[in-house]
């Protein structure tokens, strides 16, 4: 087993490595990554020697396009939420650019959590509908609490290569059930999918043999590709549309 998840991470590493591609821009080095936003646009990076170290950003490009496409950051929770998250991966708003600092040790752990902050702030506030005032992930809490669900939230775990990891629940062993794992994601495509399973791959043997990773899937306007759902199926997380979250009740309150 371990060979094969040593495969997989090492197949992972291999298509990040060849996608990625650097150009310099006066004093600012552009990565443009294999990631893909929800335009499915290349997400793009830059970094600059800073002192001994370097700064990374986004260039203000996440909160900027939130902001274009009718989501403002401008109510309390949702402030709440985009710091709970950028705190999460130590990412650190300055205006409205995600930024980190990095030395030469730790790049590439940085330039890491940096592109998952930036996933992450993407797909919180992609809301579910234009109007709707209510966020994907309050849908999946307040549902978890009326089942009686219990969790802990915002859970962070460093797998096999180094990386740090952040799903959105863990549900603690019962006698039933072994270790449950979540993630919610509200604008499910191949990029987020990959993602997921990449972090549920890192941290799979670091955890219990026995434990389980879901991925909550948004369906609410738009069908969840067979392609989003093969590519966790492949890697052992259940996907769980939300239209048919239902039927998982009994298996994640036991």
């Known amino acids: 087993m371990i060979e094969e998840i040593q495969h997989l ?20 080095v552009e990565i443009t990554t294999p990631y893909l936003d929800r335009h499915n646009d290349y997400l793009q990076i830059y970094a600059q020697r800073r002192n001994s170290g370097y700064v990374l950003t986004d260039a203000g490009y996440i909160i900027q396009d939130l902001e274009q496409s009718g989501c403002t950051l401008d109510t309390p929770k949702r402030k709440g939420l985009l710091m709970m998250t950028l705190n999460g991966f130590g990412v650190k708003l300055n205006g409205e650019m995600l930024e980190v600092h990095a030395s030469a040790t730790d790049f590439s752990l940085n330039k890491h959590n940096l592109i998952q902050a930036m996933l992450a702030v993407n797909d919180l506030f992609s809301l579910s509908m234009p109007m ?14 009326e089942n009686e669900i219990r969790y ?43 993602s997921v399973a990449f972090s549920w791959i890192d941290i799979k043997e670091v955890r219990s043999p026995d434990s389980k990773a879901y991925a909550i899937l948004n369906d609410t306007d738009h069908r969840v590709s ?29």
């Open 226 to 254: 067979e392609t989003v759902l093969d590519a966790l199926n492949n890697y052992q997380v259940t996907p769980i549309p939300w239209s048919d979250r239902e039927r998982v009740v009994e298996e994640l309150a036991a």
């Open 132 to 145: 709707t005032a209510r966020l994907f992930y309050e849908d999946v809490v307040s549902w978890l609490e």
């Open 9 to 28: 991470l090492d197949e992972y590493s291999r298509w990040l490595r060849e996608n990625t591609q650097v150009r310099q821009i006066e004093e600012w």
């Open 152 to 194: 802990t939230p915002n859970v962070k775990f460093t797998g096999q290569s180094g990386y740090d990891h952040y799903f959105d629940f863990i549900i603690p062993k019962s006698r039933r059930e072994p270790e449950r794992i979540i993630k919610s994601i509200s604008s499910p495509n191949r990029n987020t999918a990959q």
